[in-house]
């Protein structure tokens, strides 16, 4: 039993002719007391500088949590023998730390 034929095509989604941001008459939507707005349209404006980049406390709480995680953690070992405590709050710090390595750009 052989498989089912598929469909061929050209895999173009807009009409041929047409150029990104030029659309159709046919395609343009109009809203009441507005222009036309085409349905096809693919700009996208620019991402803008400060949007960018990230403020410059994001780093250094990042490095200031991961730095008191691994203080806390080595002074489990020094200092509190006795109890698990610091081991906890040095793994909430580390993620801590590694959520706001994910903000960083």
Do not use: C
């Not at 047409?18 to 349905?39: N, Q």
């Not at 349209?41 to 200031?64: G, K």
């Amino acid at each position: 039993m052989a498989p089912p034929k598929r469909k061929t095509t050209s895999g173009r989604v807009t009409p041929k002719g047409t150029r990104p941001g030029h659309a159709s008459p046919s395609s343009a939507v109009v809203t009441e007391g507005h222009a036309p707005v085409s349905s096809s349209s693919r700009y996208t404006p620019p991402i803008p500088q400060s949007a960018r980049e990230s403020p410059r406390w994001v780093p250094v709480l990042m490095l200031a949590l991961i730095v008191a995680a691994v203080l806390v953690i080595m002074l489990r070992y020094l200092v509190w023998t006795d109890t698990n405590a610091p081991v906890v709050v040095g793994l909430a710090l580390l993620l801590g730390g590694l959520f706001v390595a994910t903000k960083w750009h």
